[in-house]
């Protein structure tokens, strides 16, 4: 929906830095990516961003590419276009993202790749960019905070509700408030609260994954 009034819009009111995710070239993410239509979504996506480029104003945008061992022959192909299409733009970096087994119902479905293998295939993948630093990875963070665990970072649902972390998204607990017709939050500080804990502990574990300290928490 980052058409280009949308994005100029957006700008205009002072939100200039975007995450966007692909699974892969078009055939493998449309297969994950599909519209509430049941059609793919990639030429959309992929439309939006080559409109982004030709604009001349100052904004960030992450391309969030997610590896699995199923989809690795689609992301060579796609890092081959990104890095041809915006491998000359600043503006545009590059953030490759293993899968990993979060607790969910299909964990065990999922080809992963393994830990030790990881470095490997990024690297392969980083050897497409004519500029190294476009490409980074936030694993490499030793003192990475967790944007949930930001004091002024909130996510908005689609109905409204507002949550801290974009995982655990039907957790009771990630619910920390509403937004309201007129545009006002209403904030639940109790549950807002438990999120940033740490940022007064300085417990590193929790700093950069709260949600599973959230989750053992009393209500």
């Not at 963070?141 to 649902?157: D, E, F, M, V, W």
């Not at 509700?161 to 639940?188: E, F, M, Q, R, Y």
């Not at 590193?204 to 709260?210: D, E, G, T």
């Amino acid at each position: 929906m980052l058409d280009t009034d949308r994005f100029n819009h957006l700008l205009d009111i002072g939100v200039a830095e975007f995450q966007i995710s692909l699974d892969g070239e078009e055939n493998f993410h449309d297969k994950t990516r599909l519209r509430r239509n049941g059609t793919g979504s990639f030429k959309r996506i992929y439309s939006n961003l080559l409109s982004m480029r030709s604009c001349t104003r100052d904004f960030k945008v992450i391309l969030r590419v997610h590896l699995t061992g199923d989809n690795l022959a689609s992301v060579a192909m796609l890092s081959q276009a990104l890095a041809g299409d915006f491998g000359n733009d600043t503006r545009f970096k590059v953030y490759f993202k293993t899968v990993n087994a979060l607790g969910g119902p299909h964990d065990a479905q999922l080809n992963l790749i393994k830990r030790d293998q990881r470095d490997t295939v990024r690297k392969q993948l980083i050897d497409a960019f004519p500029h190294k630093n476009q490409v980074f990875n936030l694993e490499e963070k030793s003192n990475y905070i967790c944007y949930a665990a930001a004091g002024n970072s909130l996510a908005i649902r689609a109905n409204g509700d507002i949550a801290k972390c974009t995982v655990a998204l039907d957790d009771p607990k990630n619910k920390v408030g509403h937004i309201n017709p007129d545009g006002t939050l209403s904030i639940d500080n109790h549950s807002y609260r438990r999120w940033i804990s740490a940022l007064l502990s300085g417990d590193k574990n929790v700093l950069a994954c709260p949600v599973r300290y959230v989750q053992n928490m009393d209500t």
